[in-house]
């Protein structure tokens, strides 16, 4: 599976949009952009994924770059219940169903007030 | 639709004792993920059943676990005997099957084991 990077951290003021970057360069054809969140003392959440078309869900946007090679997760209005570490990952899509997620260190978005 | 729900949400042990964790998935779901973070580290990728049968088990870290899925609905993993550094907080996730766009995994709150 294609290696991802993101930052470490980001801040972003409440109500106002978050968009976190994440790198992947080394994408092939088939793989899948996914992201998942962890807030404080729960399980990663799915929030969206795609292949190469931009997608948008009742949670986020997700803006895939052309050559694919990188991808912003966007949240429009960011709430304090949205400060979570985020964390972008990359999946071969035509596997049969199996998908091991391999976890980074994400990005700690924190929203403040 | 119920969610994924692990049992229980907390444990406490001492080394050298016996612990089994369980994990129901969500109903229909062929595919049942066991992850865990220890102290400090990422989250890492344990094992992977496709109803009953393991069909990945190379993060599991030694032969003091074990997996089971018996029947293909909910899982166990059991430690024994457990040491200080199995501490940390173990997932599980399911998932519903072979459809590349219905692959996402949804996680349960987790299991916290403490080993002392």
Request: charged share 20%; proline share 5%.
């Given at each position: 599976?294609?290696?991802?990077?993101?930052?470490?951290?980001?801040?972003?003021?409440?109500?106002?949009?978050?968009?976190?970057?994440?790198?992947?360069?080394?994408?092939?054809?088939?793989?899948?952009?996914?992201?998942?969140?962890?807030?404080?003392?729960?399980?990663?959440?799915?929030?969206?994924?795609?292949?190469?078309?931009?997608?948008?869900?009742?949670?986020?946007?997700?803006?895939?770059?052309?050559?694919?090679?990188?991808?912003?997760?966007?949240?429009?209005?960011?709430?304090?219940?949205?400060?979570?570490?985020?964390?972008?990952?990359?999946?071969?899509?035509?596997?049969?169903?199996?998908?091991?997620?391999?976890?980074?260190?994400?990005?700690?978005?924190?929203?403040?007030? | 639709?119920?969610?994924?729900?692990?049992?229980?949400?907390?444990?406490?042990?001492?080394?050298?004792?016996?612990?089994?964790?369980?994990c129901?998935p969500?109903?229909?779901?062929d595919n049942l993920y066991w992850?865990?973070?220890?102290?400090?580290?990422?989250?890492?990728?344990?094992l992977h059943f496709v109803k009953e049968s393991k069909q990945d088990e190379?993060?599991?870290?030694?032969?003091?676990?074990?997996a089971e899925r018996?029947?293909g609905?909910?899982s166990?993993?059991?430690?024994?005997?457990?040491?200080?550094?199995?501490?940390?907080?173990?997932?599980?996730?399911s998932?519903?099957?072979?459809?590349?766009?219905?692959?996402?995994?949804?996680?349960?709150?987790?299991?916290?084991?403490?080993?002392?």
């Amino acid at each position: 599976d294609a290696k991802t990077t993101q930052p470490p951290s980001m801040d972003c003021a409440e109500g106002r949009a978050a968009n976190l970057p994440c790198n992947h360069s080394t994408i092939s054809g088939n793989e899948y952009v996914y992201w998942y969140r962890q807030i404080h003392s729960q399980g990663p959440q799915y929030i969206i994924h795609g292949l190469k078309n931009n997608e948008t869900n009742e949670m986020a946007s997700l803006i895939i770059t052309e050559d694919r090679k990188s991808s912003t997760l966007i949240l429009p209005h960011a709430t304090l219940r949205d400060t979570a570490v985020y964390y972008c990952i990359v999946l071969w899509g035509f596997s049969g169903g199996y998908n091991k997620l391999i976890f980074g260190a994400g990005t700690r978005l924190a929203v403040h007030p | 639709e119920a969610g994924v729900t692990q049992f229980p949400s907390h444990s406490v042990i001492e080394k050298g004792q016996t612990v089994t964790l369980r994990c129901d998935p969500i109903s229909g779901h062929d595919n049942l993920y066991w992850y865990r973070r220890v102290m400090g580290k990422e989250i890492k990728f344990l094992l992977h059943f496709v109803k009953e049968s393991k069909q990945d088990e190379s993060g599991m870290p030694n032969n003091r676990f074990l997996a089971e899925r018996t029947g293909g609905t909910y899982s166990t993993l059991k430690v024994q005997p457990a040491e200080l550094e199995d501490s940390g907080v173990y997932f599980c996730a399911s998932s519903q099957g072979r459809d590349p766009l219905r692959n996402e995994q949804f996680f349960g709150p987790g299991t916290r084991l403490t080993v002392l």
